[in-house]
């Protein structure tokens, strides 16, 4: 499984430069290209939800999952049922 980082796409659907982005959020320039990379282990909710709020959207707008290919759902989940 992968979790595809799409905060690119987001700053030029909402034509923000990663400049600012960083100012508004407290993190560096260095630290917003790596987790645009996607290089990062993970991000606090604190900084994802500043990203969130500066820029109008949810954290699913920014953060994709991708199954790897051939894997089956683990037990007791049907393909493509949400767990409950």
Known sequence: MAIVVTLDEMLVRRKVKSRDLA????????NLSLLKSG????????????????????????????????????????SGSPQQ
């Open 23 to 30: 100012a508004h959020v407290g993190i560096t320039e260095a």
């Open 39 to 78: 290089k990062v282990k993970g991000v606090r909710f604190e900084t994802l939800s500043a990203i969130c709020s500066y820029l109008q959207c949810q954290p699913g707008d920014l953060l994709t999952w991708i199954p790897d290919e051939g894997a089956a759902p683990p037990a007791g989940l049907a």
